[in-house]
Structure formats: structure tokens, C-alpha cells
């Protein structure tokens, strides 16, 4: 797949909830055509460095005073919505307000535009013959898999699918709407999901929306409820923070249910060159030759192997 360093205009960005934004971009000529093959997962490297800050007044008062240095690395995100048309493609970016990369994001107007290398990395992928897909967000982890969401539907529409989001609180689920009083039920509480005919249950650790407690609580809770359904007919997606995936990655591998999971690490070039986001791995074969059950581990490039893992392979930190 081709990737390269291309202008993207923007198209709007407006703050849609808490610390949440929504920028919609626009690629044209060759940008057009690389980013139409993005696949949901992979991932692009953004240039910040020539972007102002906002006025002071508009930036958070704890992140005032570490706004004022250089942003001199790219960062990386992924998309939560690509759309190839006739000439062009659009791509939504949904960002969180965390430090001077995404508070100097914040500043761009319509009309304005970004330096984006991509499209990068390894993204998601659907076996055959499976039937029901489990797509767990973790908070933030919410772009690639509403991407994963929207391509499930258009290029598998025979496949089932149910999503479990979760976060802290309320106001910090990554979507717009008031999504206060969710039940515990699943159903069509998230409409970035239910537009594609996707069932949603929410979690949040305190109860605000939703269960109360992890989303993998919910996750297991919902499995044991479930009569019919084959686990070598399911496959689990996740995205968010580490410790939930490493969750994730456990019911999986006790349900006997392949599951993939998108990785996060500090990547400063997002290309292979600086080295510096590796994931340790267990080999998917044996090293050596009489090395059957050895605990010997590699360490992958997230931004080159990745960042979407196979559950199985990945050591997570406990």
C-alpha cells in the first residue's frame, strides 16, 4: 500500500464533548488516492510544529505552561472515518485535548492544512467464516474501531456485530449527545455505532452511564448470558488502554475466541527508523528448532508489525 507525506485541508473542527474534537480533513491528488485504501487500524503521523497555539484563554489552565514548548515530533492517530469520493477523500479525526500536540490542533480553522505521512502500519483484519464480531473500545481507543465498525458493514454486512464501550465517566465516552442514564441493557445508545445497525453496551467506572465497572466485566457478562454462539464462529476487536486489552486478551484466550488488539506506544517517526515503540512479542513459531513451549519473546515495531497485534502473541504488562 502506498504511503507518503501529503497536505490534508481542513475541512471544520469543533470540540464535540469534555475534552473531545472533531476535525474533518480533505485529501486531493495523490493524497486522494493513498488515503482512500486507509484500512481501519492503521494509523498517520501528523505534523504539528508550524501550527499556533490558541489564545490562552481558550487552553486548559493545567496544560498553559507545557504548551509553551516546541512540539518537534510528529504524533501519531488514527482515523475514526474515511471516505473515499470522486477526486478526493475525507477522513474524520476525533482528538482529546491532552498536550501541546492536540491543544495546538485546537487552533486549526477551515480552509487551513496539516502535513500527514500515512497511511501507516498494519490495521485490522476479518477471517473467514466468522459471524459475530466483539468490537470493545476503551475510552480514547474509539477512532480505529468506529472505523472498524463502519468497514464490517459495508464490506461484510452478513456478519453480526456488538460494541463494548467503556471509560471512566460519562463525560468521558468519546462521543457526542448526552449519553447520561444509558441502561446496562445493550442497544442503540451510541449513534456512531447504531448507524450501522450496531447494538451498544456501555460501561463506566462510576456508574454515571451504562454498568457499572470495566467494560470487560461487561464483556464476560454479556458472553455468559449468550446461549448459542460459537466462539471459533467469533472474532473480538479492542482498542483503548493496556491493562483493558490485556483483559480483553484473557476472556479471549479462555473462550478459546481469536481476538486482535490495537497497540499503543510512543512513536517518534512512525516509519521503522527510530526504534523506539517496540511491543514484546511471543513468536508465532518456535525460534529454534527444539524450542517447542520455550518462553523466549521478540520485540515488534508497533508502528511497523502493527500497532493491531494478534491477542495471543503480545506479552502484556501485568
Not at 232 to 258: F, H, K, N, S
Request: glycine letters at 10%.
Amino acid at each position: 500500500m502506498p504511503k507518503g507525506i501529503f497536505a490534508a485541508a481542513v475541512l471544520s473542527n469543533r470540540r464535540i464533548h469534555a475534552c473531545f474534537w472533531r476535525m474533518d480533513l480533505e485529501f486531493t491528488g495523490d493524497g486522494a488516492g493513498a488515503f482512500a485504501r486507509f484500512h481501519p487500524g492503521q494509523f498517520l503521523q501528523i505534523d504539528v510544529s508550524e501550527v499556533g497555539l490558541p489564545p490562552e484563554d481558550q487552553i486548559p489552565l493545567d496544560l498553559r505552561d507545557v504548551c509553551k514548548r516546541n512540539v518537534l515530533l510528529r504524533r501519531p492517530f488514527s482515523f475514526a472515518d474515511v471516505t473515499p469520493e470522486a477526486g478526493r477523500t475525507t477522513a474524520e479525526l476525533l482528538y482529546c485535548v491532552l498536550g501541546p500536540a492536540s491543544v495546538r490542533l485546537t487552533s486549526l480553522r477551515s480552509g487551513d492544512s496539516m502535513s500527514i505521512i500515512g497511511p501507516l502500519g498494519i490495521g485490522f483484519s476479518v477471517p473467514e467464516h466468522r459471524h459475530l464480531a466483539l468490537l470493545v473500545v476503551g475510552g480514547m481507543g474509539a477512532p480505529p474501531i468506529r472505523c472498524l465498525a463502519k468497514h464490517l458493514r459495508a464490506e461484510h454486512p452478513e456478519m453480526k456485530a456488538v460494541a463494548f464501550v467503556g471509560a471512566k465517566s460519562t463525560v468521558a465516552l468519546p462521543f457526542e449527545g448526552d449519553l447520561s442514564g444509558i441502561p446496562s441493557a445493550v442497544g442503540s445508545w451510541v449513534p456512531a455505532f447504531a448507524k450501522f445497525g450496531i447494538p451498544t453496551a456501555v460501561a463506566t467506572d462510576d456508574g454515571s452511564a451504562g454498568y457499572r465497572g470495566f467494560v470487560t466485566e461487561r464483556l464476560a457478562q454479556w458472553l455468559d448470558e449468550q446461549k448459542d454462539w460459537s466462539p471459533t464462529g467469533t472474532i473480538l476487536y479492542a482498542c483503548g488502554p493496556e491493562p483493558m486489552l490485556a483483559a480483553v486478551a484473557r476472556i479471549a484466550g479462555e473462550r478459546g475466541i481469536d481476538c486482535q488488539v490495537s497497540m499503543e506506544r510512543r512513536m517518534a517517526c512512525g516509519i521503522g527508523l527510530c526504534q523506539s515503540c517496540a511491543v514484546e512479542c511471543r513468536p508465532a513459531a518456535p525460534l529454534r528448532v527444539g524450542m517447542e513451549g520455550s518462553q523466549e519473546t521478540v520485540y515488534k515495531l508497533c508502528c511497523q508489525d502493527g500497532p493491531v497485534f494478534d491477542a495471543r502473541h503480545v506479552v502484556f504488562e501485568t
